[in-house]
């Protein structure tokens, strides 16, 4: 019987050909999105899981004015001997970038960890040479992953070859498998932390010397509670580092698991993404396997009209319903099964694309993991399931009487249910349209609006001196192509230093938290700062030793001050010592738009003038940056040229919006083609169910339109009833996600004009062809078919 | 073998109530050959459907070997159906998608014969029809007197006991409905019995008896010698 089954059910497929392309189709792009939905937020969500001990491991954190993921280098040291219960502890520190050279050749390089032997017991490193016990023991040693191993010696073994870090040679004592992509802690190499010792000691020696990059981590054993760890930990505080300390801190010991998705933290390394966007994610695989699943329905029910009879011969013969029930789920199982197929290669081939347009890396060897495959199981049970059992239950219940009498009784619920199905199908792609005009909305504010300062054409140049700044700013002024040029320690939306101010005169004894920015005379007019009150940041005598700064309007509003005029002059205590407000500035874009912007002081301080921002001229910017990396060469010739447009830098700060936008847009873009092949689907039977009435509508003389009307009519009414239903609740979604940010777009009416438009336009084309075929058919032959 | 009496049908719509069936009653005995005929929307065919368990009826008793049938369920009715009764249509009514030895295979799936004595009773029955030749064609791959012959062997495939045939020749030329009229009457003669809607005077001469209905009601019976 079964056999049977499936037999009918491949010549039923073989000879509707069209039917079968477009409902197998419509699923394969749903399963194939659904599973890089599926790979994407696995990969995602396990962030730092594929460590063995990850369940027991914990970040040490500071949590004072703000959360901090950079902690003191004395933490850990501490830590080891007050807590001897601690399964493994280590202290790592961090350097984005790197200069190195092997032999003759320079090498620019991310992600250098500097950390000792205990660092492999909590992240599952795999060796592929070298003792993992020693090979971080001795000073001036480096593990190199496989691939900078095979980069730097393509045709040696790395192993004892010598690497310079500038003032130290470092031997390779061992290589490691590349880290998987999902860590919260990058590899690149990793150098023993002794090689630094005596930098290292120094610093350990003080809490509050917090180096930018110094991070701890420990492990505590199996079957211990966190909990008292963390109530121990206020004793070791005060008495480890003192009372004062102990009063104005708490040390929070994160989850090495929740790294990647706690945002209060500054100072990540991966900047971290909330697990809604992922839930979300998740919603939206979700509407496009309902919209897939729609498709099934709404052509099996439209088409069960055609199969009417056939369902009556096989009562007549003796079929009972569950029998029939059988042939149908059976048709609907190799339709599904050959969807699911092709759509785990259509996933598998499209892979690597996707990786580059959402900066990810998922290879495709991951949906053979036992997980994936169980959830491709999982979804054809479910599809099967939902898209075979209403038309099989509806198909089987024709009475044969009725089948071979005619068709009306059997079409009348199928189409009120084919149209709410539809209603829905436009819903999901209205709401996902409006989701994707939303987030890009939110990206252009996020790049390009409010952001205080002018950021066209600028890059930005890390100086390893900035005693030859002078010199060099002289030369790039020099140079044709370069418009205007500032030294500072970064430019607006740039920010790394973080000090503590108060301002007791005014009733603000307490310390809060503000940036400081180092910046010369220029730096105010290139960026196109708004000076509120008071003057710009001027230049002044190395011999000047009153700090004079300038704040900003958030500062000034922690001062609980309105009016910037009564800030001017007046002195605020600044990392500890005095200085004099001589100006307030409007506020500009630092940190992301994901919190709310906080205090920042500019101060003229040239030992801080570590970057050189430079306007170029709109024309031929790559020659001139070619003159810069000259004039560069000239002045610093042990480091390599490196420049970052300021744009890319703001950029960088949205990547996991970024990612999320391009979900969107490629996700929405799936569930709406989907959509439209059903939809076709649809229109196609619905022209062939009313040939006869067209063909009697046009010898009375209907002329074209009002045919094509009678179409598009029915459709366009569906399409507003669905653009009622997608409205409030894509307003209501989106503006959920806009309070992930402190400042965000308001989300105004062209958005859901854009939507209702853009999916009347789509449903138009959609449906053009085949109302115009049944308009434009001869009567004569239409009525004579019937 | 059949008895009908007092057997009622009506079709409503929301505003009209049309009687197809009014208090008719007849009886059929086994191994007779009857034909039914009538005006368009006297009832016939809903006679047929109701003898053929395809509908209910509406009152009235209808008892098939002594069983009284009218109130049985859908399962039941299909049970009986499937054992004793074989259907042949004007329009033949096979399976596009199967082939002629398929079509025929089919009643016998339904009825849970095993797949090697199903091979020899398909392939008996397409040789009696003398259609053997064609088993492997599709319905549309054949004329329409074959096709009725096609129709005629999954009829009787499974042994019925009984042959409801509706307008089996409307759809053919005289000589091929000659044809299928000599099958029915081969058929008749070996035993089984035979309930044919025909408009077609010359058909109904091939049956015992003619039942004459006029707005489901019997006006007259026929007796054939």
């Not at chain 1, 369940?55 to 959360?67: E, G, I, K, P």
């Not at chain 1, 890009?440 to 790049?447: G, I, K, T």
């Not at chain 1, 509508?697 to 366009?716: D, N, Q």
């Amino acid at each position: 019987m079964i056999k049977n089954y499936f037999k009918i059910a491949f010549r039923n497929i073989s000879r509707n050909l069209g039917y079968t392309f477009l409902n197998v189709f419509g699923l394969t792009l749903g399963v194939a999105a659904c599973l890089a939905i599926f790979l994407i937020v696995l990969n995602e969500l396990g962030y730092d899981s594929h460590n063995s001990k990850a369940d027991r491991t914990y970040r040490v954190t500071l949590h004072a004015l703000d959360y901090n993921a950079n902690v003191s280098m004395g933490i850990i040291p501490t830590m080891r001997t007050y807590f001897p219960q601690l399964e493994h502890a280590t202290q790592v520190f961090y350097q984005k970038d790197v200069n190195i050279k092997i032999g003759e050749n320079r090498f620019a390089e991310k992600n250098l960890l500097m950390s000792d032997s205990e660092l492999d017991k909590l992240f599952d490193y795999q060796w592929l040479a070298g003792n993992h016990n020693t090979a971080l023991s001795d000073p001036n040693s480096v593990v190199l992953t496989e691939s900078l191993a095979k980069k730097y010696f393509p045709h040696n073994n790395a192993m004892g070859q010598l690497i310079n870090f500038g003032d130290k040679n470092a031997k390779v004592t061992g290589v490691i498998k590349d880290v998987p992509a999902n860590t919260s802690l990058p590899v690149g190499m990793i150098l023993s932390l002794n090689t630094y010792q005596d930098q290292f000691k120094r610093m350990a020696a003080h809490f509050w010397n917090i180096a930018g990059g110094s991070y701890a981590y420990i492990v505590i054993p199996q079957n211990y509670s966190i909990h008292t760890l963390e109530k121990q930990m206020p004793d070791y505080i005060k008495k480890t580092w003192g009372k004062d300390v102990g009063a104005d801190v708490v040390m929070p010991l994160q989850p090495l698991k929740d790294v990647h998705f706690d945002q209060r933290y500054i100072n990540n390394i991966i900047t971290p993404t909330s697990k809604d966007t992922y839930y979300a994610l998740i919603g939206v695989a979700l509407l496009i396997i309902i919209t897939a699943c729609i498709n099934f329905i709404n052509l099996a029910t439209a088409r069960a009209i055609k199969r009417a009879k056939e369902v009556g011969v096989r009562k007549v013969l003796g079929a009972s319903r569950p029998q029939l029930i059988n042939q149908f789920m059976g048709e609907i199982t190799v339709m599904v099964l050959i969807s699911v197929l092709l759509g785990v290669g259509i996933c598998a081939l499209f892979l690597s694309q996707a990786n580059a347009w959402m900066s990810i890396d998922i290879s495709p060897d991951q949906i053979l993991q036992p997980e994936v495959l169980s959830w491709i199981a999982a979804i054809t049970i479910i599809v099967i399931l939902c898209a075979g059992l209403y038309p099989a239950f509806v198909q089987s219940a024709f009475q044969p009487v009725d089948s071979f009498k005619n068709n009306s009784g059997v079409t009348s619920g199928g189409l009120t249910l084919r149209k709410g199905l539809v209603v829905m199908q436009f819903t999901i792609s209205q709401m996902l349209i409006v989701g994707t005009l939303i987030v890009a909305s939110q990206m252009d504010f996020f790049r390009n609006q409010d952001l205080g300062f002018n950021k066209d054409a600028v890059i930005s140049v890390n100086m390893p001196m900035p005693e030859k700044r002078e010199v060099f700013q002289q030369e790039l002024t020099s140079l044709p192509g370069v418009k205007e040029c500032s030294m500072s320690s970064g430019a607006p939306s740039y920010n790394d230093s973080w000090s503590p101010f108060s301002a007791a005169a005014l009733g603000f004894p307490k310390n809060n938290v503000t940036e400081i920015k180092f910046i010369d005379e220029k730096y105010t007019d290139m960026f196109g700062l708004t000076m509120l009150a008071g003057q710009k940041i001027t230049r002044k005598a190395e011999s000047d030793t009153l700090h004079k700064v300038v704040v900003n309007e958030t500062l000034m509003h922690d001062l609980a001050i309105q009016d910037p005029q009564k800030l001017i002059n007046q002195r605020i205590n600044v990392s500890g010592d005095m200085a004099t407000v001589i100006g307030v500035v409007k506020d500009f874009q630092s940190e992301s738009k994901h919190k709310k912007r906080r205090a920042c002081v500019l101060e003229y301080v040239p030992r801080g003038f570590f970057n050189a921002s430079i306007r170029l001229q709109a024309k031929n910017m790559p020659a001139t940056i070619a003159a810069i990396g000259k004039q560069w060469h000239q002045l610093f010739p042990d480091n390599i040229f490196k420049y970052e447009f300021i744009y890319e830098h703001i950029a960088a700060m949205y990547t996991q919006e970024q990612k999320v936008y391009t979900a969107f847009q490629l996700f929405a873009g799936i569930a709406i083609l989907i959509g439209c092949l059903g939809l076709y689907g649809l229109i196609a039977f619905a022209a062939s169910q009313r040939t006869k009435e067209v063909g009697i509508r046009k010898v009375l003389g209907a002329p074209l339109h009002s045919i094509v009307g009678l179409f598009t009519r029915e459709f366009a009414l569906l399409i507003v009833i669905a653009f009622l239903i997608a409205a409030p609740l894509g307003y209501f979604i989106m503006h959920k996600w806009l309070q992930n940010f402190a400042y965000h777009i308001s989300i105004g009416p062209s958005i859901f004009f854009v939507a209702i438009a853009s999916s009347l336009v789509i449903a138009a084309f959609t449906t053009a062809h085949q109302t115009l075929k049944a308009a434009l058919a001869n009567p004569v032959k239409s009525l004579r078919s019937e | 073998m059949i008895k009908i009496t007092e057997l009622q049908k009506y079709y409503r719509t929301e505003e009209v109530e049309t009687i197809a069936l009014n208090k008719l009653s007849i009886e059929v005995k086994e191994g007779e050959f009857v034909a039914i005929m009538g005006p368009s929307g006297c009832g016939k065919s809903t006679l047929l459907n109701i003898l053929g368990l395809l509908d209910d009826p509406d009152g009235g008793s209808y008892l098939f070997n002594n069983i009284e049938v009218a109130d049985f369920n859908e399962r039941k009715r299909a049970d009986l159906r499937k054992h004793n009764i074989g259907f042949v249509f004007q329009s033949f009514n096979l399976i596009d998608e199967l082939t002629v030895f398929e079509n025929v295979e089919l009643p016998l799936i339904y009825t849970g014969v095993p797949s090697s004595e199903r091979v020899g009773r398909v392939e008996k029955v397409l040789d009696k029809m003398q259609i053997m030749h064609r088993r492997n064609h599709y319905p549309q791959q054949l004329s329409g007197g074959q096709q009725q012959r096609v129709a005629v062997a999954r009829a009787v495939v499974n042994n019925p006991k009984l042959i409801l045939a509706d307008e089996p020749t409307g759809n053919l030329d005289s000589s091929n409905g000659n044809e299928v009229m000599e099958l029915l009457t081969d058929l008749n003669e070996q035993g089984t019995t035979i309930i044919m809607v025909t408009h077609s005077e010359h058909d109904a001469r091939y049956s015992h008896r003619i039942i004459r209905l006029l707005d489901g009601q019997t006006v007259m019976e026929n007796i054939m010698i």
